[in-house]
């Protein structure tokens, strides 16, 4: 987890768009991704999901956390 991390710090776009302006990048070794946005002056990590779970409980997770809407990408 800890690369991952670091990996987002150094490249914040590197984790392809997945829902909206969520972000993910996947944890190595591990079925689990890292759900982030980012805004001009920070990166929000607003979940770790295990990504074989079904992909629209994920999305709505998600915008329960925004309480709003998102895209799919």
Do not use: C, N
């Not at 800890?2 to 993910?24: E, K, S, Y």
């Amino acid at each position: 987890m800890d690369a991952a991390i670091a990996l987002i710090v150094r490249h914040p776009h590197a984790g392809p768009a997945q829902f909206g302006a969520f972000r993910r990048i996947l944890i190595s070794r591990y079925p689990y991704g890292i759900f982030y946005v980012v805004e001009p002056t920070r990166i929000v990590v607003h979940g770790i999901f295990d990504t074989s779970r079904d992909r629209e409980q994920i999305k709505q997770l998600l915008e329960i956390e925004l309480d709003e809407p998102t895209a799919d990408i």
